[in-house]
């Protein structure tokens, strides 16, 4: 199996220069079809992150048959792969009220929405405008086996108060038996790291590490990829691990 993280510095609102950057970072790489498992895109990937309010990002929101899903679509089909990708999603209930969620869909090598997860642990900018996700998610997913996705905050404790040993997010995966993580990530670099440093994002991997160590000990292996968009976006630097 051989997955791939398309990390890149989105531009804030810039959707349609953000989906061109992808695309040609896919053409740089000269990307052989069939030669990727499975290509992650980061969380929010081609709106950014930082918006004030509901208000702010409504009109970058878009439901599962929108451009953003129209896009991996067309690479999953011509690169043969899975594409997991994040985006602001909004969902039009019967009575014309319209929710949103922070949310990443799976789309298959033939172009088939596998599911849609929407982030269960908001970060408080997502609570801005986000709805939170009913749950955290396991599915079987051939040939990966049993999928978790993940976005950000869902392996931090429940907004910061909840116990730090409680390890929801990975207590969850180990007891559904889940086989690979998935997560697209927008993730703060830690307080205190030089910026200069060949090591800076180090203690973002321990710390990823050990929100995950309830799955040290699990029967199966367990696979956990994260891609994480970089640069900076509202004063916010975003580590690139």
């Not at 009109?59 to 899975?82: M, S, Y």
């Not at 969902?91 to 319209?98: L, M, N, Y």
């Not at 900018?125 to 999928?147: M, N, Q, Y």
Request: proline letters at 5%; charged letters at 25%.
């Amino acid at each position: 199996m051989r997955v791939g993280c398309l990390q890149f510095a989105p531009r804030l609102k810039d959707v349609e220069w953000n989906r061109r950057r992808c695309s040609q970072l896919i053409e740089a790489e000269a990307v052989e079809r069939g030669s990727l498992s499975l290509l992650i895109l980061p969380e929010m990937c081609f709106t950014g992150y930082t918006f004030k309010d509901k208000e702010d990002i409504m009109p970058l929101a878009e439901d599962e048959q929108g451009e953003t899903i129209k896009w991996a679509v067309h690479w999953a089909k011509r690169l043969r792969t899975f594409i997991q990708l994040g985006y602001p999603r909004k969902h039009t209930a019967r009575d014309g009220s319209i929710t949103l969620y922070n949310s990443v869909s799976l789309v298959s090598r033939s172009g088939e929405v596998i599911y849609t997860y929407d982030k269960h642990f908001l970060y408080e900018l997502d609570e801005r405008w986000a709805a939170e996700g009913t749950g955290f998610l396991s599915i079987d997913v051939p040939p990966f086996g049993k999928v978790g996705p993940g976005i950000c905050m869902d392996v931090n404790p429940y907004r910061f108060e909840a116990p730090f040993e409680a390890f929801e997010f990975a207590t969850f995966h180990k007891a559904q038996g889940t086989e690979m993580v998935i997560c697209s990530n927008a993730w703060l670099m830690s307080e205190g790291v030089d910026e200069r440093s060949q090591d800076v994002c180090l203690p973002t991997i321990r710390y990823w590490a050990t929100r995950m160590s309830p799955l040290i000990d699990c029967e199966k292996a367990l696979v956990f990829v994260v891609a994480n968009r970089t640069g900076a976006e509202g004063g916010e630097h975003l580590c690139h691990a």
